[in-house]
C-alpha cells in the first residue's frame, strides 16, 4: 500500500503544487496520511500546511456560539471589542449597527424584556455608564440587603464624581466592621 505513492509521483508533485493537503493528498489515493507524509518528506516535496481554524474546522458551527450566561457570541476577529477569541456578543453588535458607530467600552446594553438571546432592535436600549444601567433597571426594586450590608452603606459617603468611599472618621461599630478588621 505504502508504494501506491512512488507510482503517482508526478499526481502527487502537482497536487502539492496546488495546495492540496497531506489529508487530501491521501483520500485521493487510498492511502494513510503517514505514508504520504513520509513520501512527500523522502523525495523533498514542499507541502502546505493546512490551518483548520474557523470554517475550514470540521466541528465550525457558523460562528455563533451562546456562552453560559446565555449571551450569543459572534466571531469577528476584526472587531475592536473582540474578547482573546475573537468573539464579540451579537446584542452589542446588533446595538453598533444601529449607532452606526462602535460603542465604548464603558457603554451598557441592556435587554429590555430581559431575554438575552432576543437582540432585535425594538429590544436593545445603550447607557453611557453602567450606573445609569442599573440606574434605570433597578428603579423602584428594593434590593434585598442583609443588616450587615445596609449598615456598610451607610458608612459610604458620594464624591462628586459618584464613586462611593468609606467614610474614615466614622465610629466603627460592631455592625461595620468586617471580619477581618475584628
Known sequence: MRYKCYGHQDEIRQWAAEGLGISQIAHRLGVGRRHVRN???????????????????????????????????????????????GYVRE???????????????????????????????ENLRVFATNRDHLQA??????????????ARMKAMKREPNGRLLPIRDADPSPETIGPTQA
Do not use: C
Open 91 to 121: 446584542h452589542r453588535l446588533a446595538m453598533e449597527e444601529q449607532l452606526g458607530r462602535y460603542l465604548l467600552p464603558t457603554e451598557v446594553v441592556d435587554h429590555i424584556d430581559g431575554q438575552r438571546s432576543n437582540n432585535s432592535h
Open 39 to 85: 513520501f512527500l518528506r523522502n523525495m523533498d516535496i514542499p507541502v502546505q500546511k493546512q490551518s483548520h481554524a474557523g470554517a475550514a474546522n470540521p466541528a465550525w458551527r457558523g460562528g455563533r456560539v451562546i456562552d453560559k450566561d446565555g449571551y450569543i457570541l459572534v466571531k469577528a476577529d476584526a472587531h475592536p471589542g473582540a474578547d482573546r477569541h
Open 137 to 150: 433597571t433597578l428603579k423602584g426594586r428594593v434590593p434585598k440587603w442583609s443588616p450587615e450590608g445596609e
